[in-house]
């Protein structure tokens, strides 16, 4: 009985195992050389290496990226982010506090060791701590003007892409790879928000709030107007670049009729400093109380102050909108 029963049991193994061989090993069989053929095509894996570029987007971290993150979640947090991004420096929140910070405490310790004035170290103080800020606020401004430069010519660009027969989002590539800093760069951090999934629209409204430009402003709207209505968008770009450059003809007329006025707000906030340093030279004896007495003191902040304020105000008498 036993022998018996070892046969049946490999009897029926034997026609399962048979069974299965007939019913699953064609299927198995083409998956395998699927996979052969696949891997043929696909070439040789690439295994990823640290230095390999990732589509991922990666934040820069700064010296504390715990600040980082606690700034980004505040209104001025927002706005240092975006003044940082404007002006193309590579820093973080978190590396202009520290700046900020280093700079106010060399300030003071500047101010201790040179004068005995106790009223000078929280100026000095104030100074250091305001001034990257301010270095920012210069490279954003020489940078917005450098882009406004440029702006007709990546419109033209655009312009004889699409005539040429390209889509919009290929003529934004030929900008970002063929236009110096800061058109190229900006255009291409649009166009590769687009090219991973972001809207067309949502990019470009990007672009206009990183480059706070009325021109960048009406070459969005009138993109984004064409796009929903239709039309000739090369001809539109070509109407926008003339614009602009006209534009930049009436500013430097307007810089030429103006350049009496601001050739004199330089000459009166010169004019009492050359003097002091004149007349200090020649008699040193003559301009020593207006340093060394508490009055002279006050009267030296006092022009200093009044000076600074009519240069602001000359400036903006001068300053016309076009």
């Not at 022998?3 to 195992?17: E, G, K, R, S, Y």
């Not at 990732?54 to 606690?70: C, K």
């Not at 700046?99 to 104030?126: E, H, M, N, W, Y």
């Not at 000076?307 to 016309?320: A, C, N």
């Amino acid at each position: 009985m036993g022998v018996a029963l070892i046969v049946f049991l490999f009897v029926v193994a034997l026609v399962m195992a048979t069974y299965a061989a007939i019913t699953y090993l064609p299927g198995l069989l083409a998956a395998r050389e699927m996979d052969k053929r696949l891997r043929d095509v696909a070439g040789p894996a690439i295994e990823p290496t640290p230095d390999a570029p990732s589509i991922v987007r990666e934040e820069a971290r700064g010296p504390l990226p715990m600040l980082d993150r606690m700034v980004g979640d505040t209104a001025s947090g927002t706005g240092l982010l975006r003044l940082i991004e404007r002006s193309g420096v590579k820093a973080t929140p978190s590396g202009i506090v520290v700046a900020s910070l280093a700079l106010a405490l060399v300030g003071i310790v500047l101010a201790a060791l040179l004068t005995p004035r106790v009223f000078v170290r929280p100026i000095a103080g104030v100074v250091g701590l305001v001034a990257p800020l301010m270095y920012l606020r210069y490279r954003a401004a020489r940078r917005i003007k450098r882009f406004e430069e440029q702006f007709p010519e990546a419109l033209d660009l655009l312009s004889r892409a699409i005539r040429a027969g390209h889509a919009f989002q290929t003529a934004m590539g030929m900008v970002a790879d063929e236009m110096n800093d800061p058109v190229g760069p900006e255009f291409k951090k649009a166009f590769d928000q687009q090219n991973f999934g972001l809207p067309l629209k949502e990019a470009l409204n990007q672009l206009a709030d990183r480059v706070a430009l009325l021109d960048v402003r009406f070459f969005v709207t009138a993109v984004t107007i064409q796009r929903e209505t239709g039309g000739n968008l090369a001809e539109i770009l070509d109407n926008l670049a003339h614009v602009v450059r006209e534009r930049f003809k009436i500013l430097r007329q307007v810089r030429t009729h103006t350049a009496h006025g601001r050739f004199t707000g330089y000459v009166l906030l010169a004019l009492p400093a050359a003097l002091a340093i004149g007349l200090l030279w020649i008699n040193p004896d003559f301009m020593g109380p207006l340093f060394r007495e508490p009055i002279g003191q006050a009267m030296v902040i006092g022009g200093l102050v009044l000076q600074t304020i009519g240069f602001f105000w000359i400036k903006q008498v001068i300053k016309i909108e076009v």
